[in-house]
């Protein structure tokens, strides 16, 4: 045996022994001081992350500081009824707020269910949330799984814009700082509270925020009407307002909309009966329906457009407001306008505008406007510009009326051949603009005449195709014709300048003072004669109005026009050509001024003649409520007086007979017995037609024509349209049949027509041409003193038709009433004037001659009567106001 060898073994067995243990120890030691490492490294982690957590936590937001309430409100427009007829909102403002009791369960359960099922137990964070997500993530690979709390996520729109970081490192410093806060805020404010702003603040597609217009947006319903399907519907868009919106999105939104409902049955928020109907039910079909009837009513009405004039205007001069200051107040305010529409003239109005019957029949003389633009790049990146007049030379028309189509189609097929012929392989559109606005236009203004209210307006007629467009009743100006005969001559006349409704004015031949151009009457040349200021006004009568104008003075006239509320009259301009205008002359009693008038200033001027000679602005809303439904302006009436009470009435009285027997019998109600009084208007070769009128209740009035003036051959269907509308409105509201107020300070006389003096009994009665006795109504004070003095009793011989002599039969001469008048020109009156030669037939020596038939007693027959022209037939009313080119460079001139 070899024992050494035995040793050398043992003794290596040893060494590795010993070995062993070292390394053991040697391990061991190693992993104590990787484990001590670990751990003190976990200590340092810790307090450093500690100290990174608390540095982010303090550098958010202080919670006292910050404001989760929802901002940025709908602005509702209500009628004077209190019914809600329109709502304005700017970006992100599209939110009515509504009370959390105002919200139905079913609502907040659906989104309780779906985004924060621990909502009422948790303390601001979710920590069950979060470990489910983290998990979630793990298994997944994808950590997209929400853990925010509803707390959070009011937080976050309302604090930290939206959470719409650029990158990771921002995220996660936002998401800290949310939950730090949610946790603060949760100690503040009570969860309902949270929720309520939550509710009210959430975006939920569509331009909605918030569930009460969601509500109004999609079912057209308060939020408090909405079921359990509908419901979930809206809680299925907080995921993504976008790709969840179920107008546009319905696949993705029915999905989730099944999870909001799956996971408020397992939590006992709706049982399984309810569970399934809603699941059953066709929702999507209803939302169609309403985004269909949302689709036509996308634009505000011609009445809301001016009301938001008024409304910016008044901010700014009233409250001081910037303009900006009273957008942002009016399209994110949250306010409250209560406006003085009347809803049930409006609709009348719609009704009517909106039926074609009453518009001149499309193919004869209504049409479509053109207007065109096209802009191209070529292939070698040129640039043309093509407009209107190019594609009037490829359509090689040489129509003064090119741009008026009979038919729409034939205009957009026109178009489509231009651009089939300009646009060439390679070409690229830069712009196009194609405008087809039906023509005639009309604009028509309702005004409750006792407040100055504005009950009703329409400011064209076709589908509108914007908000805050072009508002013919309102910001659009046109010459108004013998409507203002009323206003700029007789109100002044009886007013101030000491004439009557008997005042008689010639009519004859009348040249402008200083020029050697004449007043033209619309029935031509024939003249009436001696006429007094009512039948002026019935009959329209040009020489008579321009004759009792220049008697006045055109700056008296003129400055009853400015008291009237006229802005658009100018005393001196001078255009960009150097020439010189005013409406200080007599042209402006006849309505040609230099750039017309609106129809809402003109009802309003005429309102005032109805109201007793009081003027008040027209007005559109009554008052207007912040968002907290405190008073932040409120309309009172802007009134003075502007002529006498006697003035208003007989004006009125006088315009009741343009209506019974004048220019306007087509205007009388057939269904309705009520007294209208009012004026027509025509202006120079029928470009705009008016009527402006009224009952003891509403004046109204209305404009047709085309909007770059054009004749008209149908020159009476604005009647029709007045007619219909105001008797359908007296109709609908039950108006009584009352007639006009007579004031105290009106008396009666019996009068001559003919002077415009006391009718001298046995004369006036008895006249040649007819009896010229009127009972004639009179302000206290300007009745006649004196007796007519211009009818004489004259013996005349019938032979020689001159006044009879000794010498003339007594069978031959017939004592009769005649009119001394000095003539220049023939007029109805020359038949019937004294002749101033005596009988030259009847001689001393030719004396006896056979008996002739007496002449017939008085009255004489029809046949016997001179018959003066006849009234215009309504129907076919032409030329009525014509004032022809008296003043060429304010009729031939575009404004």
């Given at each position: 045996?070899?024992?050494?060898?035995?040793?050398?073994?043992?003794?290596?067995?040893?060494?590795?022994?010993?070995s062993?243990?070292?390394a053991s120890?040697?391990?061991?030691?190693?992993?104590?001081?990787?484990?001590?490492g670990?751990?003190?490294?976990?200590i340092?982690?810790?307090?450093?992350?500690?100290?990174?957590?608390k540095?982010l936590?303090?550098s958010?937001?202080?919670?006292?500081?910050?404001?989760?309430e929802?901002?940025?409100f709908?602005?509702?427009?209500?009628?004077?009824?209190?019914?809600?007829?329109?709502s304005?909102?700017g970006?992100?403002?599209?939110?009515?707020?509504?009370?959390?009791?105002?919200?139905?369960?079913?609502?907040?359960?659906a989104?309780?269910?779906?985004?924060?099922?621990?909502f009422?137990?948790?303390?601001?964070?979710?920590?069950?949330?979060?470990?489910?997500?983290?998990?979630?993530?793990?298994?997944?690979g994808?950590f997209?799984?929400?853990?925010?709390?509803?707390?959070q996520?009011l937080?976050?729109?309302?604090?930290?814009?939206?959470?719409?970081?650029?990158?990771?490192?921002?995220?996660?410093v936002?998401?800290?700082?949310?939950?730090?806060?949610?946790?603060?805020?949760e100690d503040?404010?009570?969860?309902?509270?949270?929720l309520?702003?939550?509710l009210?603040n959430?975006?939920?597609g569509?331009?909605?925020?918030g569930?009460?217009?969601?509500?109004?947006?999609?079912?057209n319903k308060?939020?408090?009407?909405l079921?359990?399907?509908?419901?979930?519907?809206?809680?299925?868009?907080?995921?993504?307002?976008?790709?969840?919106?179920?107008?546009?999105?319905?696949?993705?939104?029915a999905?989730?909309?099944?999870?909001v409902?799956?996971?408020?049955?397992?939590?006992?928020?709706?049982?399984?009966?309810?569970?399934?109907?809603?699941?059953?039910?066709d929702?999507y079909?209803?939302?169609?329906?309403?985004?269909?009837?949302?689709?036509?009513?996308?634009?505000?009405?011609?009445f809301?457009?001016e009301?938001?004039?008024?409304?910016?205007?008044d901010?700014?001069?009233?409250?001081?407001?910037?303009?900006?200051?009273?957008?942002?107040?009016?399209?994110?305010?949250?306010?409250?306008i209560?406006?003085?529409?009347?809803s049930?003239?409006?609709?009348?109005?719609?009704d009517?505008?909106s039926n074609?019957?009453y518009?001149?029949?499309v193919?004869?003389?209504?049409?479509?406007?053109?207007?065109?633009?096209?802009?191209?790049?070529?292939?070698?990146?040129?640039?043309?510009?093509?407009?209107?007049?190019?594609?009037?030379?490829?359509?090689?028309s040489?129509?003064?009326?090119?741009?008026y189509?009979s038919?729409?189609?034939?205009?957009?097929?026109?178009i489509?051949?231009?651009?089939?012929a300009?646009?060439?392989?390679?070409?690229?559109i830069?712009?196009?603009?194609?405008?087809l606005?039906?023509?005639?236009?009309s604009s028509m203004?309702?005004?409750?005449q006792s407040?100055?209210?504005?009950?009703?307006?329409?400011?064209?007629?076709?589908?509108?195709?914007g908000?805050?467009?072009?508002?013919?009743?309102?910001?659009?100006?046109?010459?108004?014709?013998?409507?203002?005969k009323?206003?700029?001559?007789?109100?002044p006349?009886?007013?101030?300048?000491g004439?009557?409704?008997?005042?008689?004015?010639?009519?004859?031949?009348?040249?402008?003072?200083?020029?050697?151009?004449?007043?033209?009457?619309?029935?031509?040349?024939?003249?009436?004669?001696?006429?007094t200021?009512?039948?002026?006004?019935?009959?329209?009568?040009n020489?008579?109005?321009?004759?009792?104008?220049?008697?006045?003075?055109?700056?008296?006239?003129?400055?009853y026009?400015?008291k009237l509320?006229?802005?658009?009259?100018?005393?001196?301009?001078t255009?960009?050509?150097?020439?010189?205008?005013?409406d200080?002359?007599?042209?402006?009693?006849?309505?040609?001024i230099?750039?017309?008038?609106?129809?809402?200033e003109?009802?309003?001027a005429?309102?005032?003649?109805?109201?007793?000679?009081?003027?008040?602005?027209?007005?559109?809303?009554?008052?207007?409520?912040?968002?907290?439904?405190?008073?932040?302006?409120?309309?009172?009436?802007?009134?003075?007086?502007?002529?006498?009470?006697?003035?208003?009435?007989?004006?009125?009285?006088?315009?009741?007979?343009?209506?019974?027997i004048?220019?306007?019998?087509a205007l009388?109600?057939?269904?309705?017995?009520?007294?209208i009084?009012?004026?027509?208007?025509?202006t120079s070769?029928?470009?705009?037609?008016?009527?402006?009128?009224?009952t003891?209740?509403?004046?109204?009035t209305?404009?047709?024509?085309?909007?770059?003036?054009?004749?008209?051959?149908?020159k009476s269907?604005?009647?029709?349209?007045?007619?219909?509308?105001?008797?359908?409105?007296?109709?609908?509201?039950?108006?009584?049949?009352?007639?006009f107020?007579?004031?105290d300070?009106?008396?009666?006389?019996?009068i001559?027509?003919?002077?415009?003096?006391?009718?001298?009994?046995?004369?006036?009665d008895?006249y040649?041409?007819?009896?010229?006795?009127?009972?004639?109504?009179f302000?206290?004070g300007?009745?006649p003193?004196e007796?007519?003095?211009?009818?004489?009793?004259?013996?005349?011989?019938?032979?020689?038709?001159?006044?009879?002599?000794?010498?003339?039969?007594?069978?031959?001469?017939?004592?009769?009433?005649?009119?001394?008048?000095?003539?220049?020109?023939?007029?109805?009156?020359?038949?019937?004037?004294l002749?101033?030669?005596?009988?030259?037939?009847?001689?001393?020596?030719?004396?006896?001659?056979?008996?002739?038939?007496?002449?017939?007693?008085f009255?004489?027959?029809?046949?016997?009567?001179p018959?003066?022209?006849?009234?215009p037939?309504?129907?076919?009313?032409?030329?009525?106001?014509?004032?022809?080119?008296?003043?060429?460079?304010?009729f031939?001139?575009?404004?």
């Amino acid at each position: 045996m070899d024992f050494s060898r035995k040793g050398t073994q043992k003794k290596q067995q040893q060494i590795k022994s010993t070995s062993r243990k070292v390394a053991s120890k040697a391990g061991v030691s190693l992993f104590r001081i990787v484990l001590v490492g670990i751990v003190f490294l976990a200590i340092v982690g810790s307090f450093a992350g500690f100290g990174i957590l608390k540095g982010l936590a303090d550098s958010a937001p202080d919670i006292d500081q910050i404001n989760v309430e929802p901002n940025g409100f709908t602005t509702n427009i209500y009628d004077r009824d209190g019914n809600l007829i329109q709502s304005l909102a700017g970006a992100e403002s599209n939110r009515v707020y509504v009370k959390i009791d105002e919200i139905p369960e079913v609502v907040r359960n659906a989104f309780i269910s779906i985004e924060d099922e621990r909502f009422y137990t948790h303390d601001g964070v979710d920590v069950k949330g979060i470990f489910r997500a983290f998990f979630s993530g793990l298994s997944s690979g994808k950590f997209d799984e929400g853990a925010s709390t509803i707390t959070q996520q009011l937080i976050k729109n309302q604090v930290f814009n939206g959470g719409a970081e650029d990158n990771f490192a921002d995220r996660l410093v936002r998401k800290v700082q949310e939950q730090y806060l949610a946790i603060q805020l949760e100690d503040k404010l009570d969860k309902d509270l949270i929720l309520e702003y939550y509710l009210n603040n959430i975006n939920l597609g569509a331009g909605s925020y918030g569930v009460q217009t969601a509500s109004r947006r999609y079912f057209n319903k308060e939020v408090g009407q909405l079921n359990l399907s509908e419901a979930a519907v809206i809680a299925a868009i907080a995921q993504s307002p976008t790709y969840m919106n179920p107008i546009s999105h319905k696949e993705n939104n029915a999905k989730r909309r099944t999870e909001v409902l799956n996971s408020m049955l397992r939590l006992g928020h709706c049982t399984e009966a309810e569970y399934n109907k809603a699941i059953e039910d066709d929702v999507y079909s209803r939302i169609q329906s309403v985004n269909e009837e949302i689709a036509d009513e996308s634009y505000y009405s011609y009445f809301v457009d001016e009301l938001i004039e008024q409304a910016l205007e008044d901010l700014q001069t009233e409250k001081g407001y910037t303009y900006t200051q009273a957008s942002k107040a009016l399209y994110s305010g949250g306010l409250s306008i209560y406006t003085t529409l009347d809803s049930d003239v409006q609709k009348i109005l719609d009704d009517v505008y909106s039926n074609p019957d009453y518009f001149p029949a499309v193919g004869s003389i209504s049409y479509w406007e053109l207007n065109y633009a096209l802009s191209i790049e070529t292939a070698k990146g040129e640039t043309i510009h093509y407009h209107l007049k190019d594609l009037k030379e490829f359509a090689g028309s040489t129509s003064k009326y090119f741009t008026y189509f009979s038919k729409k189609e034939d205009a957009l097929n026109l178009i489509k051949d231009f651009k089939e012929a300009k646009l060439k392989e390679d070409d690229t559109i830069l712009a196009e603009n194609t405008s087809l606005i039906l023509q005639p236009q009309s604009s028509m203004v309702i005004i409750d005449q006792s407040t100055g209210q504005v009950v009703g307006l329409i400011g064209g007629r076709g589908r509108k195709t914007g908000n805050r467009t072009l508002n013919r009743a309102t910001n659009t100006v046109r010459q108004p014709g013998s409507v203002f005969k009323v206003l700029s001559t007789y109100l002044p006349a009886l007013d101030s300048a000491g004439m009557t409704l008997t005042s008689v004015i010639d009519d004859a031949p009348f040249q402008y003072p200083g020029t050697s151009k004449y007043v033209s009457n619309w029935n031509k040349n024939v003249y009436e004669g001696l006429t007094t200021l009512r039948r002026a006004i019935y009959r329209s009568m040009n020489v008579v109005t321009v004759k009792t104008l220049n008697q006045v003075t055109p700056q008296v006239g003129f400055d009853y026009l400015q008291k009237l509320g006229f802005t658009s009259l100018v005393d001196t301009w001078t255009d960009s050509n150097g020439r010189p205008f005013s409406d200080i002359n007599l042209s402006t009693a006849l309505g040609g001024i230099t750039k017309g008038v609106s129809n809402l200033e003109l009802t309003g001027a005429m309102a005032a003649v109805a109201n007793s000679g009081i003027y008040t602005e027209p007005t559109f809303y009554t008052k207007i409520l912040d968002h907290d439904g405190k008073v932040l302006l409120e309309k009172k009436p802007v009134t003075r007086q502007v002529m006498k009470e006697s003035t208003s009435f007989l004006l009125t009285n006088a315009m009741e007979d343009v209506v019974k027997i004048g220019t306007g019998t087509a205007l009388r109600f057939p269904k309705l017995q009520m007294p209208i009084a009012g004026k027509t208007g025509t202006t120079s070769d029928d470009n705009d037609l008016w009527f402006s009128g009224y009952t003891p209740y509403y004046t109204a009035t209305i404009w047709s024509g085309f909007d770059n003036n054009r004749p008209q051959v149908d020159k009476s269907y604005h009647k029709r349209i007045w007619r219909d509308v105001m008797e359908q409105i007296h109709i609908k509201k039950e108006l009584k049949n009352v007639p006009f107020t007579i004031p105290d300070s009106i008396v009666t006389a019996q009068i001559c027509t003919k002077s415009g003096k006391l009718a001298a009994e046995g004369l006036c009665d008895h006249y040649i041409g007819g009896s010229t006795v009127k009972t004639e109504y009179f302000a206290k004070g300007t009745v006649p003193t004196e007796k007519c003095d211009i009818h004489v009793k004259a013996t005349v011989c019938k032979d020689s038709g001159k006044i009879a002599t000794e010498f003339c039969p007594p069978s031959s001469t017939k004592e009769q009433v005649y009119l001394v008048k000095e003539e220049t020109h023939a007029t109805h009156d020359t038949p019937n004037i004294l002749p101033t030669e005596t009988c030259d037939v009847h001689t001393a020596g030719n004396s006896v001659k056979p008996d002739f038939p007496d002449f017939p007693d008085f009255p004489p027959t029809d046949s016997q009567t001179p018959t003066p022209p006849p009234y215009p037939d309504d129907e076919n009313e032409n030329d009525e106001d014509t004032i022809e080119s008296e003043f060429p460079d304010i009729f031939n001139y575009n404004y």
